[in-house]
C-alpha cells in the first residue's frame, strides 16, 4: 500500500522558515516523480513544486520561485521542501503527492494526508 | 500559464442523478495531459480520470472523462451518496501544471 506521510508544518512568523518533510512507501520511490500542492484554508488546489525521479530536474509555480526548495532523499525514500520568506498567503495545508511515473507529465496518482502551514505573527 | 476554469461552481443533485461538470481551458490542452480529482472534506484529493478519459485504479464505472482541445467534461452516471464532494480538473503538460477552481456536488 502506498502512503506518504508528511510532517514539519506548524505556526510560523512571517519572514521565517519551515522544512516540510514526506515519507514514502509502498512503492519505488527512486522510480517516481514527486510533488507538492497546497491548499488555503476553504479555497482549491495549488500546486507547488516537483522533482524528477532523478532528482536531477526541479520546478516550481511563479508563486513560490526563488523562496521554496525542493529535494529527495532517494536512501531514506524521503521527499523535502525547504520554505523560506514565508508571507501569511502561503497559509496552507500542503501536500505531498506521487506522479503516477517518472515524469512529471503524469497525474498526481497519491496523495499525502498534508502538513499544516500558518503564517502569522 | 493555462488556466482552467471549471463550471458550475456549486452543483445541486439528488443521489440517482447525473452529473456532468465542465472545464475549460485557456488554451488547447493535449488530451494525454487532463486529468480529474474528487476531495472530500478533511482529505487528501483522489485521482479519478487521467488522459482524459482514462479511470484511475479502483474508479467505479459510473465516472467517464471526455472531451478535446479547450472543452472537457465529467460525468457521474447516477450518484451515489459518496459522490458528493469537491471535484478538480488538472492540466499536466509541458507548459507547467495548474489546476481548476473546483465543483462543488452538493446534496439537493
Known amino acids: 500500500e502506498v502512503q506518504l506521510l508528511e510532517s514539519g508544518g506548524g505556526l510560523v512568523q512571517p519572514g521565517g522558515s519551515l522544512r516540510l518533510s514526506c515519507a514514502a512507501s509502498?512503492?519505488?520511490?527512486?522510480?517516481?516523480?514527486m510533488g507538492w500542492v497546497r491548499q488555503a484554508p476553504g479555497k482549491g488546489l495549488e500546486w507547488v513544486s516537483a522533482?524528477?525521479?532523478?532528482?536531477?530536474?526541479?520546478y516550481y509555480a511563479d508563486s513560490v520561485k526563488g523562496r521554496f526548495s525542493i529535494s529527495r532523499d532517494k536512501s531514506k525514500d524521503m521527499l523535502y521542501l525547504q520554505l523560506n520568506s514565508l508571507r501569511a498567503d502561503d497559509t496552507a495545508v500542503f501536500f505531498c503527492?506521487?506522479?503516477?511515473?517518472?515524469?512529471?507529465?503524469?497525474?498526481?496518482?497519491?496523495w499525502g494526508q498534508g502538513t499544516p502551514v500558518t503564517v502569522s505573527s | 500559464e493555462i488556466v482552467l476554469t471549471q463550471s458550475p461552481g456549486t452543483l445541486s443533485l439528488s443521489p440517482g442523478e447525473r452529473a456532468t461538470l465542465s472545464c475549460r481551458a485557456s488554451q488547447s490542452v493535449s488530451s494525454t495531459y487532463l486529468a480529474w480529482y474528487q476531495q472530500k472534506p478533511g482529505q487528501a484529493p483522489r485521482l479519478l480520470i487521467y488522459g482524459a478519459s482514462s479511470r484511475a485504479t479502483g474508479i467505479p464505472d459510473r465516472f467517464s472523462g471526455s472531451g478535446s482541445g479547450t472543452d472537457f467534461s465529467l460525468t457521474i452516471s447516477r450518484l451515489e451518496p459518496e459522490d458528493f464532494a469537491v471535484y478538480y480538473c488538472q492540466q499536466y503538460g509541458p507548459a507547467g501544471l495548474t489546476f481548476g477552481g473546483g465543483t462543488e456536488v452538493e446534496i439537493k
Open positions: 522533482i524528477s525521479a532523478s532528482g536531477g530536474s526541479t
Open positions: 503527492a506521487t506522479f503516477q511515473g517518472a515524469s512529471t507529465l503524469e497525474p498526481f496518482a497519491y
Open positions: 509502498g512503492f519505488t520511490f527512486s522510480n517516481s516523480a
